[in-house]
């Protein structure tokens, strides 16, 4: 399929990439044909520095991205705890 | 064919609004004359399929060209500018319309031409294909590769850039049509390609469907899962025969 859904959502932090290390300020969050990986479809975020500039891409498989969510959650509800 | 060379760059085309946008030309070697054929990329943008794709064609006797659909959201890469497309909700119909007829123009100017110009399109550029053959003329013969979205169940998922089912220009659509499409694909799905052959049958258009058991979607890919290489090697085969029968 070829679908333009895009998901979007503000974020505040930091990437690095190929330039170093520069702000970020939202996430762009989508399901289709990759560029790069070896996939059919992938879950694609691409981390940007306003509406236009991209500056980290990842391409990862269905199965990734879930257990990346799962480990977000993880290192999250764990990670608060100990810092309250 | 005793001898297979072939040219290949990066030039430059008039596109919409006489817009200068980059595009991949590959020509055989030799004087010609050579049919034409304006090959459109699938979303993930201008990649090295597509220009693998470019080659291929002109390996068989075409002067092909490949158009960057995105270029006007550069500079950049061309996989950054597919992800600025994206973010932007995709190319306008008008412009793609547009673009398309200054790819053929350009094929028609060169001195190697015979005057004939066919269209290719894959995924996105399936539909891209399907409705720039019915909306221009000069289009001598149309292959639309498993484009999805051309028949439209939910009107909502009509855009500003994509503001029409292609299948309800169906009647300007002069060029006969060749359809290739995986019997696994869900979009266009089984019952979606049913319903497009229906219309084209249904309007006395001049087409041929082929549709491929074992196969889903972009099955030409050969770098990705969807590869199924009985399938693609009977698609390419399809394909240069069909251009041979209307572009000689």
């Not at chain 1, 959502?9 to 762009?28: D, P, R």
């Not at chain 1, 969050?29 to 990986?37: E, R």
């Not at chain 2, 720039?132 to 939910?154: E, F, H, K, M, Q």
Request: aromatic content about 10%.
């Amino acid at each position: 399929m070829c679908s333009y859904i895009t998901e979007k959502t503000e974020i505040f932090g930091s990437a690095k990439g190929a330039g170093g290390w520069s702000n970020v300020t939202a996430a762009h969050v989508y399901f289709d044909h990759p560029f790069h990986a070896s996939l059919d479809h992938a879950l694609s975020i691409d981390f940007m520095s306003g509406d236009t500039t991209r500056k980290v891409a990842v391409e990862m498989s269905a199965e990734s991205a879930r257990a990346l969510v799962a480990s977000i959650l993880s290192a999250l509800e764990s990670g608060e705890k100990e810092h309250a | 064919m005793s001898y297979r060379g072939m040219t290949a760059e990066i030039v430059t085309i008039t596109g919409d609004k006489g817009d200068k946008i980059k595009a991949y030309y590959a020509k055989p070697a030799g004087e010609g004359p050579f049919p034409g054929v304006v090959l459109i990329h699938h979303m993930p943008g201008w990649d090295d399929w597509t220009m693998e794709a470019v080659r291929k064609l002109a390996h068989q006797g075409f002067a092909c060209i490949a158009h960057h659909l995105y270029d006007r959201f550069g500079p950049g890469s061309p996989d950054d500018l597919a992800a600025k497309a994206r973010s932007a909700g995709g190319v306008y119909d008008d412009e793609v319309v547009g673009d398309v007829n200054g790819a053929m123009a350009f094929l028609r100017a060169q001195p190697e031409s015979n005057g004939k110009v066919g269209m290719i399109g894959f995924c996105s550029g399936g539909r891209h294909t399907f409705l720039a053959s019915s909306r221009l003329g000069g289009v001598d013969a149309a292959v639309n590769c498993w484009g999805g979205n051309i028949v439209v169940d939910d009107p909502t998922q009509l855009t500003p850039q994509r503001p029409v089912a292609p299948i309800d220009l169906t009647d300007g659509l002069k060029a006969p049509l060749l359809g290739l499409f995986g019997n696994e694909d869900k979009n266009p799905s089984p019952e979606q390609v049913n319903t497009l052959e229906a219309k084209l049958k249904a309007c006395g258009k001049s087409y041929d469907f082929h549709r491929y058991d074992g196969a889903g979607h972009a099955f030409f890919a050969a770098e990705r899962p969807a590869y199924r290489v009985e399938q693609a090697n009977d698609g390419w085969q399809k394909v240069y025969a069909f251009y041979r029968q209307h572009l000689a």
